[in-house]
């Protein structure tokens, strides 16, 4: 069973609007994180945002806010005011058990294309 | 500033050559590395656990003999392509977890290594 699932292969949104990218995670064990990254087509990954298993409040960094919804095992990452730049791919992943070890999940991604 | 970082940034080959990536952790000292692959538009899929001064981890599927993985140090690990195909194109990234770090973001990518045998 896929641990990562993205359903949604490209979003489009105008600029200066908010968008949401959709992720639901699998995964039985009580401690585990969740990451956002950016991929432009340079192919770095750029590390966006971060919600810990035990996280009680919903992560926020900038224009990027985490949608945690643990019961429903989703992590969807909105995007407010979008901006040209914001054009890439998105990748949701996941590192379970011990969060400093490091091994990540990483869903198919979503391309997203900012519209001016 | 860039924490990990990756060399070469691209890199051409014949078939049949062996090229070697590295990984280099600048400011901190990485006990384990990841290396992943990734095909165009498809995800990243985790080929090994790079160990210092132990072997690496290989994921199922993954040829060990031909992904050949070195961790001599605490800042360094090599992915060397071995007899490299057309099929081995693709591009190569790395990632390194900081152990200096108790929670959250744990872990750097570097730049990511271009592949192209032709």
């Known amino acids: 069973a896929q641990k990562i699932t993205q359903t949604q292969p490209g979003m489009f949104v105008q600029e200066k609007e908010a968008v949401t990218l959709d992720c639901t995670y699998d995964?039985?064990?009580?401690?585990?994180?969740l990451f956002w990254y950016k991929q432009p087509s340079s192919g770095e990954m750029i590390f966006l945002i971060y919600?810990?298993?035990?996280?009680?409040q919903n992560a926020t960094e900038g224009r990027y806010s985490l949608n945690f919804q643990k019961a429903r095992k989703s992590a969807n990452l909105v995007i407010s005011a979008s901006q040209l730049g914001d054009s890439a791919m998105y990748f949701c992943?996941?590192?379970?058990?011990?969060?400093?070890?490091?091994?990540?999940?990483f869903g198919d991604g979503t391309t997203l294309t900012v519209k001016p | 500033g860039a924490v990990v970082s990756q060399h070469p940034s691209w890199v051409i080959c014949k078939s049949g050559t062996s090229v070697k990536i590295e990984c280099r952790s600048l400011?901190?000292?990485?006990?384990?590395m990841f290396w992943y692959r990734q095909f165009p538009k498809q995800s990243l899929m985790l080929m090994a656990t790079s160990n210092e001064g132990s072997k690496a981890t290989y994921e199922q599927g993954v040829e060990k003999d031909k992904f050949l993985i070195n961790h001599a140090s605490l800042t360094l690990s090599t992915l060397t392509v071995t007899s490299a195909h057309p099929e081995d194109s693709s591009f190569y990234i790395c990632?390194?977890?900081?152990?200096?770090?108790?929670?959250?973001?744990?872990?750097?990518f570097g730049e990511g290594s271009w592949l192209t045998v032709v």
């Open positions: 990632s390194a977890r900081d152990p200096g770090r108790a929670s959250g973001n744990t872990i750097y």
């Open positions: 400011d901190f000292q990485a006990t384990t």
């Open positions: 919600q810990g298993s035990y996280d009680q």
């Open positions: 992943a996941m590192r379970e058990g011990d969060t400093n070890a490091g091994k990540s999940t």
């Open positions: 995964t039985s064990d009580p401690s585990y994180g």
